[in-house]
């Protein structure tokens, strides 16, 4: 059986995460994004001890709508 969802929660199971490396003033940045690069920015922060991997069940829910997701570590 093909199954397809429409709704946000089915989009947001589907949607892929972009990891990346950025550099600023000669350190080395982790980033995850998530969403169309497009998209209106939503910048999800942390707090010690954790990573941006904290926000890997809801940055899915944002891209579903249309955000840009970005979680920096």
Excluded: C
Excluded at 3 to 21: I, L, N, Q, T
Excluded at 55 to 65: F, N, R
């Amino acid at each position: 059986m093909n199954v397809s969802h429409s709704s946000p929660a089915g989009k947001a199971r589907s949607a892929r995460v972009r990891a990346y490396k950025t550099f600023a003033n000669g350190i080395s940045h982790h980033v995850r994004e998530w969403g169309d690069p497009a998209g209106a920015p939503v910048l999800l922060l942390h707090g010690f001890p954790d990573s941006g991997a904290v926000w890997s069940s809801l940055a899915p829910l944002l891209a579903a709508q249309g955000y840009r997701a970005i979680a920096p570590d």
